[in-house]
């Protein structure tokens, strides 16, 4: 039982190129999320899913996209990547019970120059 | 509009003694209320969590008090211990929300010996 795992772990862009973020569990979840952590600012969730085909917006969405194509992976896609996006960013999920806690991945560190 | 807020960015505690984490939240509507503890490189890991209907929970040595009134919540943990160094963040997320977490800034734990 892997869990959360998420790919790549560590990143470097460049300003203006493109790029994904692989989230999968094997925990048959139906919800997941991505955050991303700033120094200071805790986490905050840009993106999630309550089920397979299903996206909405988090907190702070702009500039990113998702896709929830198989019930086991939930994709954030960079189609710009700007330096603001410099950031640790996780992937959780969970099970729809109220209050319910959340799974999260080990992190992938981007850094856009 | 920080709706959840950890006022303490730090707090150093010698082993054996009591750990007071402290988080404070505005929105009234928050249901759950959840603590998660990170360890640097690695995701969050979920530790306890309280349902806005009870006062307490106990899990251990982990204690979470709510205090609806005040709006306030803290986690306790007696004895703590050298690995309980880490960072703590205090999370809420409402009914019908989907289980989205709102987080606090967090308060980083160092226990000494």
């Known amino acids: 039982n892997a869990g959360v795992t998420q790919t790549p772990k560590f990143r470097v862009l460049k300003t203006g190129q493109s790029m994904t973020l692989l989230c999968a569990q094997d925990m048959n979840h139906e919800y997941m999320y991505w955050y991303r952590q700033d120094p200071g600012m805790g986490l905050r969730l840009i993106h999630y899913?309550?089920?397979?085909?299903?996206?909405a917006k988090g907190e702070v969405p702009d500039g990113y996209n998702v896709s929830r194509l198989k019930k086991q992976n939930f994709l954030l896609g960079l189609e710009s990547a700007a330096p603001s996006q410099t950031s640790v960013y996780f992937c959780?999920?969970?099970?729809?019970?109220?209050?319910?806690?959340?799974?999260f991945g080990p992190g992938t560190r981007l850094t856009v120059t | 509009d920080q709706q959840v807020k950890q006022n303490s960015p730090s707090l150093s505690v010698q082993e054996g003694r009591i750990s007071i984490l402290n988080c404070d939240y505005t929105n009234s509507m928050f249901d759950y209320f959840l603590w998660y503890k990170k360890y640097p490189a690695e995701g969050p890991t979920f530790l306890i969590s309280?349902?806005?209907?009870?006062d307490k929970n106990e899990d251990g040595r982990f204690t979470v008090f709510l205090n609806k009134s005040a709006k306030h919540l803290s986690l306790h943990i007696v004895p703590s211990q050298p690995g309980d160094s880490a960072v703590y963040f205090c999370?809420?997320?409402?009914?019908?929300?989907?289980?989205?977490?709102?987080f606090g800034t967090g308060t980083r734990l160092q226990v000494t010996l």
């Open positions: 899913s309550v089920g397979e085909g299903t996206t």
């Open positions: 999370a809420a997320s409402g009914r019908g929300t989907a289980s989205k977490l709102t």
């Open positions: 309280i349902s806005s209907i009870k």
């Open positions: 959780a999920s969970s099970n729809p019970n109220p209050g319910g806690e959340q799974y």
